[in-house]
């Protein structure tokens, strides 16, 4: 989903967003509640948060939800994502490909349940990784 905010949204900001999108996991088995907040560039917020399933290989993850959304709303210049668990857990190793392929450039938020949260970035969480120039030659 999408909410509107201002380009001027601060790293504080976008992580209140997440822990909103957090409230909305969808994780019955696990009980792992995820959620994340993308900040395109035109201000644009998308929220997303992890939808599991009986069939367990068929989770998402939350920063992969709202990553997708953004496309899907056509936002591709995106500039920040802010992602909220119960203890500051970092995104897996699927979510950090799909940031590097989606948005490369952007920062990183990573929060508790509280709000605090810790300052990273995609080109830090996944150094030298698989990517286009290895396939657009
Ligand atoms: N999860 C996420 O949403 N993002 C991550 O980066 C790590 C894991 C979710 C998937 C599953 O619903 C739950 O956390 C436990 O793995």
New binding site residues.
């Given amino acids: 989903m999408a909410e509107s905010a201002s380009d001027a949204l601060t790293p504080a900001q976008l992580v209140q967003h997440a822990l909103t999108a957090r409230q909305r996991a969808y ?1 019955p088995y ?1 009980h ?1 509640l ?1 959620g994340a907040a993308v900040l395109a560039a035109d201000g644009t917020v998308i929220l997303g948060c ?1 939808v ?1 399933n009986a069939s367990y290989p068929a ?1 998402i ?3 992969r939800v709202a990553l997708t959304a953004a496309i899907a709303q056509g936002k591709r210049n995106l500039r920040a994502i802010a992602v909220a668990t119960r203890d500051g ?1 970092t ?2 190793g699927i ?1 950090r490909q799909v940031m590097a392929e989606l948005g490369p450039e952007m920062k990183v938020y990573i929060s508790d349940e509280q709000g605090d949260f810790r300052v990273t970035s995609v080109r830090e969480l996944l150094p030298d990784s698989f990517s286009r120039s290895s396939l657009l030659t």
């Fill in positions: 994780a696990s792992y995820v992890n599991e989770t993850c939350a920063e857990g995104p897996c979510c």
